[in-house]
């Protein structure tokens, strides 16, 4: 069975399109859903409709709940991959085995695990583009909005920073993965991502709160590098 991690917060008919995508998969699939205190009736349709939901009240946000979700599921011996992705995606039916095509393949004979253990697809705003793609050499530009990570990099690299609730601790990750030298890799394979979803459709006050908060993570972030993640600055980290 192939593990797939997805967190909610809300948006529960967006909700609903990313797991019908994943149960579409040509490989059969887990999915442990974590409800980050939804108020839209996420949690009972979840809890109605999928083995493994988890809730958390008040919510645990963006990086603990993928630290909470990723140490389940690579506490089980028998996962050794998992697939994370945002509630606002749509996946093609081929993704996630094509990922892990893509995995191998860029892992080789002579590279081992912790290598190359880290490879998203890319994220597009129209479904015409999710076609098949044959292998490519990736590039070195992780979307974190759907990844696919190996249990070596989880224990080579550890949690996600909680200090960055919402934002930026993709970023913070990417970065602690090149100076462990561990290759984070953007297959080009597409999906689809209706962005910033939640901060799209959250009420008002609940809107004003993910954006202070947004704040705050990237100027962790700053403090940790010296620059924000859109700053010419920040690819010079991978140099």
């Not at 550890?158 to 602690?176: S, T």
Request: glycine share 6%; proline share 8%; aromatic share 12%.
């Amino acid at each position: 069975m192939n593990p797939v991690l997805i967190l909610a917060r809300n948006n529960l008919e967006l909700t609903k399109k990313a797991l019908a995508s994943i149960q579409a998969q040509d490989i059969p699939t887990d999915i442990l859903l974590i409800d980050n205190d939804s108020t839209d009736g996420t949690l009972n349709w979840a809890q109605d409709n999928l083995s493994h939901v988890v809730c958390f009240r008040p919510q645990l946000g963006v990086s603990a709940g993928w630290n909470w979700g990723l140490s389940y599921i690579f506490g089980d011996p028998g996962n050794n991959h998992c697939l994370v992705i945002n509630n606002d995606v749509e996946l093609p039916p081929w993704f996630y085995s094509t990922l892990l095509q893509w995995f191998h393949y860029i892992r080789g004979p002579e590279l081992s695990p912790e290598d190359v253990g880290f490879i998203t697809g890319s994220s597009t705003d129209s479904r015409d583009l999710l076609r098949p793609k044959e292998p490519h050499p990736p590039v070195p530009h992780p979307d974190f909005s759907a990844f696919l990570m190996n249990r070596n990099v989880w224990r080579a690299l550890g949690p996600f920073d909680e200090r960055m609730k919402y934002y930026a601790q993709d970023n913070d990750y990417h970065v602690r993965a090149y100076r462990a030298g561990i290759r984070m890799e953007n297959s080009g394979v597409p999906f689809y991502h209706e962005r910033s979803s939640t901060l799209n459709n959250a009420m008002p006050e609940e809107r004003a709160e993910i954006q202070r908060q947004a704040n705050a993570d990237r100027e962790v972030f700053k403090s940790l590098y010296g620059c924000m993640p859109w700053e010419p600055a920040y690819q010079e980290l991978f140099k």
